[in-house]
């Protein structure tokens, strides 16, 4: 399979090259030149396999270089006893028609994790099938559980070191504490002062900077992201799509072809996108629900077809949504309308902040996408609702996504639906603690043990015993400054 550049659909590269380079010389992003089909045949077949054996079937379909054998083995190795659960991915039924997708039994406890254990293990592949000497260097922007997780995933592994930059004011306790006592010997994690758009912006400025490439080249390094914009990252994330259907099916819910919906928590596309690919290739999906928090720039665009970031920025308690710029709607986009668009919309958002696709391109954003969007008051109302009437503690960001679902709930709709989780309460727990009405003003490690405390619920093994460990990185930086903190990291490795 070969893949193409969101900005020029006329140089294709393999899925190595594509792995390898994250994001497209011209600034694009990499699509696959066609969407492979799964049939209900193969669904049925995957419904009797485990998590493992329902990755490697997705993924293969969309890497043909690489051997079934070799595929195995990265998901052996990314999905094995780092999770804290068997079944990698469960799915915990709420009622006959809600299931929660579960997605942070994974070392760092958010989702990102389902992505970040497998990527670091196709991009060396990637490295070795193309001859590369250099070395990667992995340079992130993170608004919290990507950068942990990345750094997770890459640290120690050989030929690689990995950059994280996070916004200095835009990160929970744990989130910071979880980063800056991160182990290994080829990691290098700073704040940025601003937001996490401005930690994004100052990370794509370096990787357009051709002389700054030079420069790293010369000491035998090379850039690529594992930010969501990486095929690598969104790949593995197609399978839990068709894992979750499948458990809807295992569990007596559904007949297997019957349809459902998906509502995910949404920051910068990339979970429920894959959710896209997943119905595209003939997933029974009848709609993806894109939810937001306040920052909610894509249920605007979801219902008007107008993209505009030209809004006041909102730091709420789901800080992994708090995003104005959805880099990986830009793929969307580009499926859904012609190339020379895409070039075109790209480039009024970065001189105005502002595009509109027009109605047709909007007809089919609607035709697989619904939207709505949280306030923090009443994600709060929601995460102690459900605890008191269930005995179900969701986090902050999860809670988002089910603000929307009940609304639809509320308006008659029944329809059978995964609810996203994308990361333990734990990794929230101040705002957690907050929304059962529990004191949260304390040092980060000790909001863990209180929301253990409060709730009976046991916490991840990785967030316990976090103010046991040493703080190892307390740089921060000026965005103008990035640049050279990369350069410096890179050449006092080499
Ligand atoms: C990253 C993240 C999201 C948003 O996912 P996107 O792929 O950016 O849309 C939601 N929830 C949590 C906990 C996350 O870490």
């Not at 039924?93 to 958010?110: I, K, M, Q, R």
């Not at 990160?171 to 996490?196: P, Y």
């Not at 012609?338 to 070039?343: I, K, L, N, T």
């Not at 009443?378 to 609304?407: N, P, R, S, W």
Request: charged share 25%; proline share 4%; glycine share 6%.
């Amino acid at each position: 399979m070969k893949y193409y550049s969101t900005r020029d659909k006329s140089k294709t590269v393999t899925a190595a090259q594509a792995i390898a380079q994250g994001l497209a010389s011209d600034g694009g992003l990499f699509l696959p030149e066609s969407i492979p089909s799964v049939s209900i045949d193969d669904i049925s077949e995957m419904c009797s396999m485990d998590y493992r054996s329902r990755a490697v079937y997705i993924m293969a379909k969309y890497l043909d270089e690489f051997s079934e054998q070799e595929l195995k083995g990265f998901v052996s190795e990314a999905y094995a006893d780092n999770y804290d659960d068997e079944k990698i991915a469960p799915t915990r039924f709420l009622d006959d028609n809600t299931g929660v997708l579960e997605l942070f039994h994974g070392p760092t406890c958010a989702f990102k994790d389902m992505a970040l254990q497998m990527l670091p293990r196709l991009l060396t592949a990637s490295l070795k099938k193309l001859g590369e000497k250099r070395e990667v260097c992995i340079l992130v922007a993170t608004s919290g559980d990507t950068g942990k997780a990345a750094l997770e995933g890459f640290a120690d592994v050989q030929d690689t070191s990995i950059a994280v930059f996070y916004p200095r004011d835009g990160v929970s306790d744990v989130q910071k504490l979880q980063m800056t006592t991160q182990r290994g010997e080829n990691v290098c994690v700073c704040s940025v002062e601003g937001n996490f758009d401005d930690a994004q912006t100052g990370v794509k400025l370096i990787f357009s900077d051709k002389d700054f490439a030079e420069k790293l080249d010369k000491s035998g390094v090379f850039l690529s992201s594992a930010n969501s914009i990486n095929w690598g990252r969104l790949l593995p994330q197609l399978a839990y799509y068709f894992s979750a259907y499948c458990d809807f099916v295992n569990a007596g819910k559904i007949k297997l072809g019957d349809e459902i919906d998906f509502c995910v928590p949404t920051g910068n596309f990339g979970d429920i996108l894959a959710g896209w690919y997943a119905k595209k290739m003939g997933l029974p999906v009848r709609k993806l629900i894109c939810a937001s928090n306040c920052n909610n720039v894509l249920t605007d665009f979801i219902n008007t077809g107008v993209y505009d970031k030209n809004r006041p920025f909102h730091t709420t308690i789901s800080p992994s949504m708090d995003i104005l710029v959805s880099s990986n709607l830009e793929r969307l986009l580009f499926m859904l309308s012609d190339d020379s668009s895409v070039c075109t919309w790209m480039q009024q958002l970065k001189e105005t902040g502002r595009y509109d696709v027009g109605e047709k391109v909007l007809a089919g954003v609607r035709a697989d996408f619904d939207c709505g969007y949280a306030e923090d008051a009443q994600a709060k109302a929601a995460i102690k609702t459900l605890f008191e009437q269930c005995g179900y503690l969701m986090d902050t960001h999860t809670a988002d996504a089910y603000v929307v679902l009940a609304d639809k709930r509320a308006k008659g709709d029944c329809f059978p639906t995964v609810l996203v989780s994308t990361a333990s309460p734990f990794k929230f727990a101040d705002s957690v603690l907050d929304a059962l009405g529990k004191p949260s003003d304390m040092p980060g490690a000790q909001l863990v043990s209180a929301l253990e405390a409060a709730t009976g619920v046991k916490a991840p093994a990785p967030l316990t015993g976090l103010d046991k460990k040493q703080v190892r990185f307390t740089q921060c930086t000026a965005k103008e400054n990035m640049p050279d903190v990369v350069l410096d990291f890179a050449s006092k490795r080499r």
